[in-house]
């Protein structure tokens, strides 16, 4: 979306003045001519401090580990490609804006790498979670990250110790974020491949909106894994083949000063999530730890290991979490038995909400308390079909869980007649803790919506 500013000019030659001739002339000035500020040249692989302007279409080539210095702003213009040659990583101690569009998306890739999405592949061999290059790894000094129609691939590869990235932070990840007063926006943009989280987050406000993430994780990592102090909103974001989960929050390590982690995390499509962890007793959907609060309306989830999980210990921060009309889909018995996980399996003591689909009265046993392990009946086995225009519902044949980790030729969008129309919950608001501005914070916050998850009939929602 660009803003479009008109200027009526009356324009008066010296002749017409002295004449006392009224006759004037009107022109339309639609668009603002504006000359970008310090253009980077993209002539040779870029090394060390970068600042100013990647320009629209240009391809730029990273040679070694670059940086953008505290104090400094790197933009990307739409439609610009940044590849990573070997396993360096972008340091972000300044500001970062990636300005892509749905017609003219950018890139943070690595050159050469291809996706390898093809049903039963083996994980250890997959291209998604080997770590080609490092990833955008912002320091403690940095404002704001804002990534608008943006792909991020392959990223993930270790961090060495000579590298001056370990200054900054130790581990690697996609997207790295640590400033408690910043704020971080990832909307409209995509996340694929990760060895571990591709998200970590380690306070501040964020917007994460109408994204989607695939493949991420090898043997664990969630979407999102905020921590200490995080506050905003998750919404309208497709998961799909996370080794964990789609979401997850914690207050662990929050900052003195600074409000404990409260995130909304309402409209997510999230499918066939934790199926790569290595722990016992994690993975699934969507995760509130120790001392989080918040909500969690609306998700739509499919084929998941684990439901909803409201940790016990250490517990979450219960008298803050609110949370109801979530939808699941199960075709496995094991993911039946666990849409409610337990206390003994997983440390679990999440309520089954009345407003929630399928009712759990119809397939918990008679006298179930949060927290109690049980065997759902068999009636909720592919009931209550989504109703996707082409999703992996029911579950393929000749396909496990595990193998449904990319999105492909799917569309997860709902038909007309989807059970799941018109059954969201539009009771409450957005956090909207990131100021609405077309370059300097979140284009839209989306208010929650009246079908359940990313997609809604009316075309709002994710667009991908």
């Known amino acids: 979306m660009k803003k479009l500013i008109i200027f009526s000019v009356s324009v008066l030659s010296l002749s017409t003045f002295f004449s006392s001739c009224k006759k004037t002339e009107t022109r339309e000035i639609w668009q603002a001519v504006v000359k970008p500020s310090s253009p980077v040249s993209d002539a040779a692989p870029l090394c060390g401090s970068i600042k100013g302007t990647m320009l629209s279409g240009k391809t730029y080539t990273i040679g070694c580990d670059v940086f953008v210095n505290a104090g400094d702003t790197l933009i990307l213009q739409e439609g610009v490609t940044v590849k990573f040659s070997g396993p360096y990583g972008l340091g972000v101690k300044g500001s970062l804006i990636s300005l892509g569009t749905q017609a003219h998306p950018n890139y943070f890739t690595y050159a050469g790498a291809t996706k390898t999405d093809t049903y039963g592949y083996d994980p250890s061999k997959d291209s998604a979670y080997v770590g080609r290059w490092i990833g955008i790894i912002g320091a403690t000094t940095c404002p704001m990250m804002i990534f608008k129609w943006t792909h991020i691939e392959f990223a993930g590869a270790a961090i060495p110790s000579s590298s001056a990235i370990s200054q900054i932070y130790t581990s690697p990840y996609p997207m790295f974020f640590q400033n408690p007063a910043g704020y971080l926006v990832f909307e409209d943009s995509w996340l ?25 994780g090898y043997t664990g990592g969630e979407a999102m894994n905020a921590k200490s102090g995080t506050i905003g909103d998750f919404a309208y974001n497709l998961c799909i083949g996370m080794a964990t989960n789609g979401p997850k929050l914690s207050n662990i390590s929050a900052p003195v000063g600074f409000p404990g ?11 066939n999530c934790g199926y790569r962890r290595a722990a016992t007793g994690r993975g699934g959907s969507i995760n509130f730890e120790q001392g989080a609060g918040g909500m969690a309306y609306n998700n739509l989830i499919v084929n998941c290991k684990f439901g909803l999980r409201v940790v016990q210990n250490p517990i979450a921060d219960t008298a803050n979490l609110f949370y109801g009309y979530n939808y699941t889909y199960v075709d496995s018995p094991i993911c039946a038995n666990n849409i409610y996980p337990s206390l003994k399996i997983s440390t679990s003591i999440t309520r089954a909400m009345p407003t929630d689909l399928p009712a759990p009265s119809t397939f918990l046993p008679v006298g179930w308390n949060p927290g109690d392990t049980y065997t759902a009946a068999t009636s909720v086995l592919g009931a209550n079909n989504p ?55 979140v284009t839209e916050i989306t208010p929650p919506g009246k079908d359940m998850g990313a997609f809604q009939t009316n075309g709002t929602g994710n667009h991908h």
């Open 387 to 441: 109703q996707f225009i082409n999703g992996p519902v029911p579950m393929p044949a000749g396909l496990q869980l595990r193998d449904i980790a990319f999105v492909g030729n799917y569309n997860f969008a709902l038909k007309s007649t989807s059970p799941c129309v018109g059954k969201g919950y539009t009771g409450f608001a957005p956090r909207a803790d990131v100021p609405i501005d077309l370059t300097y914070g």
């Open 261 to 271: 982690s409260n995130m909304r995390i309402y409209n997510n499509t999230i499918v």
């Open 192 to 216: 694929y491949g990760s060895t571990d989280d591709p998200f970590r987050i380690l306070g501040g406000k964020i917007e994460i909106m109408r994204s989607t993430f695939e493949k991420c």
